[in-house]
Every structure is written in C-alpha cells, then in structure tokens.
C-alpha cells in the first residue's frame, strides 16, 4: 500500500524522527530533511532500525530556499509536509529573537513557495504549539481550539502565532492549499524500541529530559520550580502527551489532507491527553513506574511560567478520530529506558 510522498522537515529531531516511523508504517513514502542544527544524523539510523527499511533523506536548510527548492526537484510527487523543522529553545528566543525570527520564519515561507509554486495542490501540517495560548483564563479550562491566543511571552512563542496567520492568509488565497496547525502541549517519552527519543543538547530546559538525567546521576537533583502556585499542590500544571501518539496524529493530519473529507483548508487542532498533571504528580508516577530514586527540591518558581494549562482535545478525537491513550507511566518507563540506551545504563 503506497500512500503517496510526504515531506518531514526537521525529521532527525525529537518529534519528527518519531513522525517518520510511524508515516512509514502507514504506508506513505517519507522524504526526510534535516540541517541537524539541533540533532545528529544517529537519528536516522534508529529509525532505519525500527522501519527495517531505507529512509530518503537530504541534508538541508530549509532557511536557504535554494536547497530546499533542490528537494522539490528532485521529488515533484511531493502530496504534503509536516512542517517540523525550527528552533525551539524558549529561553534562547528571548536573547537571540532574530535567530528565531530568520529560521522560523524564513523555513515556513520557503516551504509555503515551494509547495504551491508549479499549481499543484499540496498540504502541509504546521507544527504549532499551546504556547499560544499563553495563561488562560481559568474559565477555558481545559483549552479548545477557539480560546483566544493571547500576547506572545517570548519571541519562539511569536513565531508560532505568526507562523499560523501566515499559513491562514496564504491558504485562503492559495486554492491549492490546504493546511491544519498542531498545536501540541508538553510532548514527553520516547518510542518503546528505545532507539530514538529527546536528545537535549546541554543541560535540559524542559522536566522529563531533567528528571531522567538526574535519574541516571548526571544531574544532582531536579528543582521543581515553584511550590506555591494557586494548584491542588502548589506545582504547575500541564497535559503531558506521549510522543508517539503525539506522532500518530501527524498521520492521520496527512490522511485528512490528502482525503477528501473536510470543507475547511484551514484547521487547527489541540494535541494532548485532556489531563492535567502537576509537576509533583509526574514526579511521583516517575519514581512509581520506575522504581528509581529521584533527588529532587522545591526551588523559587521559573519567570515566565504558565500555572496551569491542560487540553481538550475533543475536536481532534472527533474530526481525526485520534486519541493519546497511553498510561503516564509506560510513558515515564518508555523515557528512562531511552535514557539508559543513551548512557549505556543498565
Ligand atoms: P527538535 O529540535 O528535536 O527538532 C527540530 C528539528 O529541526 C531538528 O532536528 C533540527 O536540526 C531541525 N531544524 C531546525 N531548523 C532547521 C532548518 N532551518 N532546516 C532544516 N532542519 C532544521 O524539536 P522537536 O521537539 O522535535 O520539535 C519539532 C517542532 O515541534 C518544532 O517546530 C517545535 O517548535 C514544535 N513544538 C515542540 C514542542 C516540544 O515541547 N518539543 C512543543 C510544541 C511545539
Ligand atoms: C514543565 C513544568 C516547569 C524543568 C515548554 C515551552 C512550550 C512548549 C513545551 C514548544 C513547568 C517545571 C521544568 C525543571 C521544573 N514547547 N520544571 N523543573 O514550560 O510547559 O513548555 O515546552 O512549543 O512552548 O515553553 O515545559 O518541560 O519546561 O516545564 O520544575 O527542571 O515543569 O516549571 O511547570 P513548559 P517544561
């Protein structure tokens, strides 16, 4: 069963490779591109091991419209992107917001030339972000797609408001363009061969990378960030979503695009469990699924920080008949066994 050619930009990264595994499984034929400016090409041997099959893969910038164009031209059969590649880290946006701004921006806008330059109609599913919602308002608890989206906290999270209007205008002028924007809450885990998975580079931001390394004794103890938040324990909420359902969406994003159900050529959907879950909680299913000692402290709260945020992913489990399922814990497992592959842990 061949399902036609989807490109995966950023498909050596964290959600990408992960992406490309189960778009193979679904019988599409993945044309990966990555500029490894955030991951290494081991990536992509993890995911030849898991598919048992060839990957086609090209190196390149998809901020330099040439290489990306050269991509095109090589595969004009191309039916769809999933639109992955882009700088991520929060904190670093906010001290280098160009850098932000050029490679964020400038990849969309070249993939969206490409996509529509010869006439044919193509899809591209847009890797958005709950960021957009910023704090909300408690009432919109948990969050649908229609709750407003509030003024950026950092220029990453501008570049996927932006990202998101661009894509609005250029589909409602561009008759062969058809476009759904993910917006995922906190992606954690990795894929239960534990040959790919989140690989931080330097000390991790985000908790789950934190807490496995400090697990495997390379971090002294998590911090938690803050215990006197206005929640049940005082800790940040969030709705955790395993990777690889998180990647099972993007299959069936492509399916609906390449289908021919669906009125709208531009939808957004809300990826998450529709659970939230406090850092203390986490924590506490990590040490419980594992079995593993956790060091940790309460620490002052980190700037910036949203208190509470969870999903309603009602119109995703509707309208693309998807629905993250897998228990916290296999999860929380699924993570430190990555973890323990990754440092030769046994
Ligand atoms: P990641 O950094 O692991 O993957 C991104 C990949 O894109 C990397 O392999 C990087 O090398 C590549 N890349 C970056 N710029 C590129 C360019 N100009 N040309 C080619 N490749 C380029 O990040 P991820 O966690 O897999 O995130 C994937 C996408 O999902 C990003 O757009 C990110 O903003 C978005 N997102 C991530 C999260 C999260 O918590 N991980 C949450 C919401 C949204
Ligand atoms: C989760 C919770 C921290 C580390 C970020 C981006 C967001 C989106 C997802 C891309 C918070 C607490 C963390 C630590 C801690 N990415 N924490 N100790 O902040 O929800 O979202 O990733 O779009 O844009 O901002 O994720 O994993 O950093 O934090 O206590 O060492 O864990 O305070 O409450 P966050 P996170």
Redesign the pocket.
Known sequence: MNKGRVLV??A?????SHTVVELTGAGYDVVG???????SPQMLDGIRQITGSPLTFIE????DRNQLARVFEQYPDIRASIH?????AVGESVQQPLKYFE?NLT?LLNLIGLSTADGNSRGIVF?S?CTVYGEPDPENLPIKETAPVKPATSPYGRTKQMCEEILHDCTAACPGLKVIALR?F??IGAHPSALIGEMPAGVPQ?LVPYITQTAAGIRKELKIFGNDYPTPDGTCIRDYIYVVDLAKAHVAAVDRILGTTGSDRYEIFNLGTGTGLSVLELVNHFISATGVNLPYSFAPRRAGDIIKVWADPGKANRVLGWKADTPVDDVLRSAWEWEKKVRGIR
């Open positions: 930009t950023g050596a990264g964290y959600i990408g591109v990555d500029n490894f400016s955030n991951s390149a910038d998809c901020s992955f590649a882009a700088h991520k490679n990849s890797s972000s995922y906190n992606p985000n």
